[in-house]
């Protein structure tokens, strides 16, 4: 059990975590007074028994108490018998579009996974694949952690994950950000640039990764999210290895969404969520949502025993320092 620590703000307090059951790359939002999450499945999904729909769904009314309500996506046809992760939506127009990843990723061998829209008219869905992949795998053989980001003016970008073997300057070979603009909910710009590059030693996955057919030191920036605040433009990121407790929660900031970024402050570790002995293991991938005038970060973090990637909810603070997450002060 992940325990949380005294309250450091209004609003709700959640003891964490908010959902047992396994529920990875936890992305909430709301829409008519009801909350809804999704979530990357623990295991390989077993399609022989969930041919039709898959990603699970989750439903509250407070936040603090969910309800599991099924499966959110009719798969394409393409993606069956593939690994799918972390799902998230953002309504356009009035409708509700489901980003979220798909492919496979053998040991040692080369990854193929692209990022994927499927849409709905409802936010429960069933969001169906729109049929073509945003990203080419031809091109970008491996993109993940999608995530749609509207400013102000109204313009929509989009950032992802996708890895990088060269290592120019102090950058490593590993999974690194990239934003592009969204024509539309369906397509993208084309003209991705990089955010943020792994640089420091937190973010390693692995040391010694057979990759693409070379052994590296392979380094991870993933799950990107958006927020603007004060004027300022805040990704946060998760870095190191989510099966360990290296992973935690770091930020980049920009005076636009294409950036650049800077990603100064993170040298020494992840300053927004990190493991804390006896109170956090290992979070990460986290969605943001603004409730009643309060942010609140929301992400997953291993159960004691490391069996279980677990639903967790805290308060984001904005202090002098930067955004943090009060059990991480």
């Not at 990603?263 to 109170?279: D, E, S, W």
């Amino acid at each position: 059990m992940v325990t949380a620590g005294p309250p450091t703000t209004t609003g709700p307090f959640f003891q964490n975590p908010v959902y047992q059951p396994y529920f990875a790359d936890p992305f909430v939002f709301e829409h008519d007074a009801t909350f809804y999450a999704v979530g990357t499945e623990g295991h390989d999904i077993n399609w022989a028994a969930n041919p039709d729909r898959v990603i699970p769904l989750l439903k509250s009314r407070t936040l603090s108490d969910w309800q599991a309500a099924g499966h959110a996506l009719r798969p394409h046809s393409d993606i069956r018998h593939s690994m799918i992760w972390a799902p998230e939506v953002t309504k356009f127009d009035g409708r509700f579009y489901l980003y979220y990843s798909a492919g496979a990723h053998p040991p040692g061998g080369t990854p193929r996974f692209c990022l994927r829209v499927a849409a709905s008219d409802q936010p429960d869905g069933p969001y169906t694949d729109t049929g073509a992949p945003l990203t080419d795998p031809r091109s970008v053989p491996f993109a993940i952690d999608g995530h749609a980001f509207q400013d102000a003016d109204g313009q929509r970008y989009f950032f992802y994950a996708a890895d990088f073997l060269d290592r120019p300057g102090d950058a490593q070979a590993g999974t690194a950000l990239l934003v592009d603009k969204m024509v539309s909910p369906t397509q993208l710009a084309g003209t991705p640039t990089t955010a943020a590059r792994a640089r420091y030693p937190w973010q390693m996955f692995q040391g010694q990764r057979s990759m693409y057919g070379q052994v590296l030191d392979w380094y991870t920036l993933e799950g990107p999210v958006v927020i603007r605040h004060d004027n300022k433009y805040y990704c946060f990121y998760s870095g190191g290895n989510f099966q360990n407790d290296t992973y935690g929660v770091d930020y980049l900031v920009a005076d636009h969404p294409l950036g650049p970024w800077d990603c100064a402050g993170g040298r020494n570790g992840p300053r927004v969520l990190r493991t804390i002995k006896n109170q956090v293991i290992g979070p990460g991938h986290c969605s943001l949502l603004s409730h009643a005038g309060q942010d609140y970060m929301v992400y997953h973090a291993w159960d004691s025993a490391m069996t279980a990637r677990q639903m967790c909810i805290d308060p984001l603070l904005w202090t002098p320092a930067g955004p943090r997450v009060a059990r991480c002060l």
